[in-house]
């Protein structure tokens, strides 16, 4: 399959398959990308923030590491990774972001309200998005007081994660709509299913 592009940003939503990969690129450099997913059959089996970060015992995930649901369940095993920093730190980001993080009086409406226009066809709204795997994200923590700051994400131009499906899913991936999370500029993200 050759790439799909998802316009700066938007969102996108899609099934994949037990066993099929999806490479998510970053076709220019410094772009996040949120991923949520669902389990195909039951969808109130979703990714879980909790779940992968208790079990991995760390915060930043990279080749090797199982994604889990909330019923413990492997959804996706991340098989290449040139970055090597996401995160499952911060919720997707929302008007409500723009609003009260950036003091903008018309938001847009983020990464959430893309996700929930994508994945309406599905039944899913906002209320059901889950915590999402923020690929390419840089947040930066310091160990004493446990101060979040959002860096530019160390990824260049090119650069890719690959995800293979334990299980069927429903997908939602976003070109991220956040200023800090994207060094205040707005790019396109690249996917590919094989």
Known sequence: MTAQVIPPRSGTAF?????????????????????????????????????????????????????YSNRSRVMLQIERDDVGRHDFLLTPCSADTFRIIYGHDRPHRGCLGNL??????????EDRIPVAFNIFMHVDIDGTSGALKVLPPKSRAGDR??????????????????????????????????
């Not at 929930?116 to 709204?125: D, K, R, S, T, V």
């Open 161 to 194: 994660i690959v995800f293979r499906a334990e299980t069927d899913l429903l997908i939602g991936l976003t070109a991220c709509s956040a200023e800090q999370s994207n060094n205040f500029a707005f790019k396109p993200i690249h996917y590919r299913i094989d």
């Open 15 to 67: 099934v994949l398959q037990r066993g099929q990969r999806l490479t998510v690129i970053d076709p220019e450099g410094e772009q996040v990308s949120d991923m949520v997913a669902f389990a195909l059959e039951d969808q109130d089996e979703a990714i879980s923030s909790g779940r992968t970060l208790d079990y991995a015992s760390r915060l930043f995930l990279t080749a090797g590491d199982p994604l």
């Open 116 to 125: 929930a226009e994508a994945l309406a066809p599905w039944g899913i709204g």
